[in-house]
């Protein structure tokens, strides 16, 4: 189902009430997907992953908060 919704959001990245369907659509299989995973998977593993996504969050949010705006552009 995940994969199934990616080729429509690309075609309709621009029709502004169908693109929400499929991203809607998207968010909702992927948090099944995710939900299905976790409640299969051993409590200290899900645990664990939550630690390290925390902390690599935590740990990037200051370094690129700071690139703001500063989008690299080619000159050319």
Known sequence: MIFGVLRPLHVYQQKHPLNFVFLGLFTASLSLTVGVT?????GKIVLEALIL????????????????GRARTSAS
Do not use: K
């Open 38 to 42: 976790c409640a299969n998977t051993d």
């Open 53 to 68: 996504t925390s902390a690599v969050v935590t740990s990037l949010t200051p370094t690129l908060s700071g690139h703001q």
